[in-house]
Nanobody, 115 residues
């Protein structure tokens, strides 16, 4: 059973940066496209960044130019570098495959951006 563990969240002021990490218990990143998802209070979960097995990336318009997704297959880890953070980026951030598998959802990591 694959387990995904997110880390790196925290409280940051607007304009600041954070780097999120997602580590898998198995070697899934080399076999699956991956995504970073977030769920803000009162809103539906959305995918904000994606990376294919070959390393091609994609971003939601709301984060394009500010967030960067990357991965290290050898470390079974995918990253999300977030900069120029805005209060509207406040959410719980999760990683999962793309498309996601319900059994893979972890606890997520809370990101709070203060104005």
């Amino acid at each position: 059973q694959v387990q995904l563990v997110e880390s790196g969240g925290g409280l940051v002021q607007a304009g600041g940066s954070l780097r999120l990490s997602c580590t898998a218990s198995g070697s899934i990143f080399s076999k699956n496209a991956m995504g970073w998802y977030r769920r803000a209070p009162g809103k539906q979960r959305e995918v904000v960044a994606t990376i294919t097995t070959s390393g091609s990336t994609g971003y939601a318009d709301s984060v394009k130019g500010r967030f960067t997704i990357s991965k290290d297959n050898a470390k079974n880890t995918v990253y999300l570098q977030m900069s120029s953070l805005k209060p509207e980026d406040t959410a719980v951030y999760y990683c999962n495959t793309l498309p996601y598998y319900n059994n893979y959802w972890g606890q997520g990591t809370q990101v709070t951006v203060s104005s």
